[in-house]
């Protein structure tokens, strides 16, 4: 374990190049970002200047070909694959713009997935879900299909899932990307409230200027650098 004072995710020099037939793309060019637990961060900046690969390479979804991620402690990047998936599984939550929810199973039983996979009791997990579910204003849709969810019930479902095994962190990619404007002030105000109320911590990918605003800070990307950390702490806005 790595000592990061009071900083729940704590990322230094993070870089990571893809690489496409013989062209190599420099997708992050250095990330140094710290998130202290209990914040609502927003992530923004013009398409394709590293959000979603930011999000991805601090969450441990993908590998990063230099630097430091700690989370929680946990240099995560060190772990072998199988204990980083087992980590996430157990303290992080994922939100995603099109909600990932298996379309055979009912509300409920998409929430109360990673509780079976974890090893937890089906009638624990089920309760909890009700609960989570009734949580996010959504216990009468518990054994509705997404199918026959709006947009707006499917994306608390996915919420409620990310939940689910109370994590540490929720990480976020472009929440309300899919739904029209009221409906993702609702969605917005949920992970507000959640934020505020239960002190859930969140790190939201956005281009939506209304979704930063409703964030503890902005942290602004461009050209795979953040160019902006919130806290009054800018750089140049390009390197090669």
């Given at each position: 374990?790595?000592?990061?004072?009071?900083?729940?995710?704590?990322?230094?020099?993070?870089?990571?190049?893809?690489?496409?037939?013989?062209?190599?793309?420099?997708?992050?060019k250095g990330i140094d970002l710290k998130v202290t637990a209990g914040e609502?961060?927003?992530?923004?900046?013009?398409?394709?200047?590293?959000?979603?690969?930011?999000?991805?390479?601090?969450s441990g979804l993908d590998e990063i070909d230099a630097g430091e991620v700690i989370v929680e402690g946990q240099v995560i990047h060190d772990l072998p694959d199988d204990e980083r998936s087992d980590y996430r599984a157990r303290r992080m939550g994922f939100v995603f713009q099109l909600y990932n929810l298996l379309p055979v199973l009912s509300a409920v039983e998409n929430v109360e997935m990673p509780l079976l996979v974890a090893g937890v009791s089906a009638r624990?997990?089920?309760?909890?879900?009700?609960?989570?579910?009734?949580?996010?204003?959504?216990?009468?849709?518990?054994?509705?299909?997404?199918?026959?969810?709006?947009?707006?019930?499917?994306q608390r479902v996915t919420i409620a899932r990310a939940l689910i095994n109370r994590p540490a962190i929720v990480w976020a990619d472009e929440p309300t990307g899919d739904l029209d404007s009221e409906t993702a002030q609702e969605i917005m105000d949920?992970?507000?409230?959640?934020?505020?109320?239960?002190?859930?911590?969140?790190?939201i990918v956005t281009h939506a200027e209304e979704v930063g605003d409703m964030a503890d800070r902005i942290v602004r990307m461009k050209d795979g650098i953040v160019i902006d950390?919130?806290?009054?702490?800018?750089?140049?806005?390009?390197?090669?």
């Open positions: 374990m790595a000592d990061n004072g009071n900083y729940i995710v704590d990322a230094s020099g993070v870089l990571k190049t893809y690489s496409t037939g013989k062209v190599e793309v420099a997708a992050l609502m961060v927003a992530i923004m900046g013009p398409s394709g200047c590293g959000k979603t690969t930011t999000l991805n390479c601090l624990e997990a089920r309760k909890r879900s009700i609960e989570l579910l009734d949580e996010v204003n959504l216990a009468d849709r518990a054994d509705h299909l997404p199918a026959e969810l709006s947009g707006g019930q499917r949920l992970m507000t409230t959640l934020n505020k109320e239960s002190g859930e911590t969140f790190v950390d919130g806290l009054g702490n800018k750089v140049a806005e390009s390197i090669s």
